[in-house]
T-cell receptor, first 114, second 113 residues
Framework: AQSVTQPDIHITVSEGASLELRCNYSYGATPYLFWYVQSPGQGLQLLLKYFSGDTLVQGIKGFEAEFKRSQSSFNLRKPSVHWSDAAEYFCAVGAPGGYNKLIFGAGTRLAVHP | GAGVSQSPRYKVAKRGQDVALRCDPISGHVSLFWYQQALGQGPEFLTYFQNEAQLDKSGLPSDRFFAERPEGSVSTLKIQRTQQEDSAVYLC???????????FGPGTRLTVL
């Protein structure tokens, strides 16, 4: 069965520090991969997506993610975190060739210390 | 409007009441999805529409849940005889192609007392 694992429930970093959020997926083929961010009381905002091609994907707000097929991973990174990045981050997979029903991980809550 | 809108934003229901949650997708978007997000969890798929056709309702938790999109634009998720376990945020998303990016609304937070 398809699944997404985000091993870190909660991460705290200092402002200006680098960030990496982990995501592992289980899927029979290469899925579509997404990272969304959710601020309190807000809907989900797409940070970036991977469908095919270059395995290093650039997104909004200075985020990037790297697809590693051998590790079934799609980790999200940012070189320097800002206080406004505090939010919940969700990794998701979708089914290529279908209607892209998304399967989400449980999320990682990011706190940023000044 | 510029994005997906949902109403109401908050709904409190007594156990056993029926509720209706509305989603206005981005104009022209063919695909519409409903997800349920329990507290502290990621969203879980409920159902999918392509225009007015409900092509997948495999995620609906019980026959108390019903969704419709009669004219291929606005959608309503109805929950009959609400139970406490129905308390969650219900998210709607739309996309302009079956494989394109899904844009999410702010959600409706349902609390069943």
């Amino acid at each position: 069965a398809q699944s997404v694992t985000q091993p870190d429930i909660h991460i705290t970093v200092s402002e200006g520090a680098s960030l990496e959020l982990r995501c592992n997926y289980s899927y029979g083929a290469t899925p579509y991969l997404f990272w969304y961010v959710q601020s309190p009381g807000q809907g989900l905002q797409l940070l970036l997506k991977y469908f095919s091609g270059d395995t290093l994907v650039q997104g909004i707000k200075g985020f990037e993610a790297e697809f590693k097929r051998s590790q079934s991973s799609f980790n999200l990174r940012k070189p320097s975190v800002h206080w406004s990045d505090a939010a919940e981050y969700f990794c998701a997979v979708g089914a290529p060739g279908g209607y892209n029903k998304l399967i989400f991980g449980a999320g990682t809550r990011l706190a940023v210390h000044p | 409007g510029a994005g997906v809108s949902q109403s109401p934003r908050y709904k409190v229901a007594k156990r056993g009441q029926d509720v209706a949650l509305r989603c206005d997708p981005i104009s022209g978007h063919v695909s519409l999805f409903w997800y349920q997000q329990a507290l502290g969890q990621g969203p879980e798929f409920l159902t999918y529409f392509q225009n007015e056709a409900q092509l997948d309702k495999s995620g609906l938790p019980s026959d108390r849940f019903f969704a419709e999109r009669p004219e291929g634009s606005v959608s309503t998720l109805k929950i009959q005889r609400t139970q406490q376990e129905d308390s969650a945020v219900y998210l709607c998303a739309s996309s302009n192609d079956k494989t394109d990016t899904q844009y999410f609304g702010p959600g409706t937070r349902l609390t069943v007392l």
